[in-house]
């Protein structure tokens, strides 16, 4: 099998890599299309600012290939908010694979970022499957996916929102699945078994 | 619900774990490799590596353990100790820490924080502040708590949140190793005036002071080293009191 995990600007994804490595997983850590295109499963990290990862994308024209794909796709934090519609971030318009909007928490009673682990629950997708309700995840953001037709679990903080989406082969974890314990592991190698 | 998170500190020197450790069945117990993944198992939500030597010649010795204790640890990290630069943290990020922690540095250079930030994202920015009350004053200060800066200690804690901090570990050093409980008023006051999270240490002894520095101290995270590794307090113990005491914590 072939997995591979999309090189672009996102910060550090070296977690991502030890957290394929733990599980025995080899992975392939590349922009270029026909890699991605003939890899069975293909991982979309982020960490970072989403004005800036679209303008590398869109420049790698990885913005067109990563909507186009077939394969199971799993994109996690950033790379799920990318993922969606449009981000507050610096208004960002985002690939649009996902059809909602990414809001920022609101700062009036509560800290933002959303730093710490957090119960998801709810859980609907094949990725979540052997995990118990209300699992912990670790989170480290300050925006967040509204809840859509697409949350398949939901996690709380300031107000309920998307902790994950699916649509046909297109999956996300708004948490850090690597960093997530032994949960987040399980929802990666779920994820490498579809 | 989010939880309030408690993190291990391991000191490091020369990339072995200093200050006794009392586990028992561990194969070496200066291996910080091994004893972070002990505290991951135990439920630890994230742990701090401090080196303590931070000298140009261990920051290989460094890079390496930080290798290492990412390819074995599932949970979040953070490396704190003579970090003074981008480049310092671009090579810890790199090898894989989540977080790194900066205290005198920014002191002497606040912009660096501000650097850091636009370069790495504010989540992955921890600024540690090492505070003293002296004549009716928090002042900030560096050097392990001995050297006074001109800093007050709230005031700097706004401003560092304003340059892009992420999170603020607030060190008591009126109630670090006393073991006589965390600094839970100025505590409160910090966090009350910051809407990023704040990791309280110095002074833990007992669970008590765990319920009283969430509830009291509103911090979001407790930070606590001799206690762990003198097995003092078992970190799962802790979180079960913790969670009879209506904190909400991760089980």
Known sequence: ?194 | MLTKRIIPCLDIKDGRTVKGTNFVNLRDAGDPVELGAIYAEQGADELVFLDITATVDNRKTLIDLVRNVARHVNIPFTVGGGISSIDDVSALLNAGADKVSINSSAVRRPELINELALQFGSQCIIVAIDTRFVDGEHIVHTHGGRKPTELRTIAWAKEVEDRGAGEILLTSMDTDGTKAGFANELTATVSANSSIPIIASGGAGTMEHFTEVFTTGKADAGLAASIFHFKEIDIIELKQYLQQQGISVRL
């Open chain 1, 1 to 194: 099998m072939k997995t591979v995990i999309i090189k672009y600007n996102a910060g550090n994804v070296q977690s991502v890599m030890y957290a394929m490595d733990r599980i025995g997983a080899s992975y392939l850590w590349t922009d270029d299309e026909q890699e991605i295109r003939t890899a069975d499963k293909v991982i979309f990290p982020g960490v970072g600012e989403a004005s800036t990862a679209m303008s590398y994308l869109r420049e790698k024209g990885l913005d067109k290939v990563i909507p186009s794909l077939t394969q199971p796709v799993l994109g996690t934090c950033v790379g799920m908010q990318l993922m969606c519609r449009h981000s507050e971030e610096n208004h960002t318009t985002c690939m649009g694979i996902f059809d909602l909007d990414v809001k920022r928490f609101d700062s009036t009673n509560f800290k933002v970022p959303h730093v710490g682990w957090n119960n998801i629950y709810n859980l609907k997708t094949e990725l979540t499957q052997g995990l118990r309700e209300d699992s912990y995840m670790y989170f480290v953001h300050s925006y967040f996916a509204e809840l859509s037709p697409y949350t398949v679990a939901e996690c709380n903080y300031v107000q309920p929102f998307s902790a994950m989406l699916q649509k046909d082969n297109f999956y996300a974890a708004q948490f850090h699945t690597e960093i997530s314990g032994k949960e987040g592991q399980l929802i990666l190698e779920n994820f490498l078994k579809l």
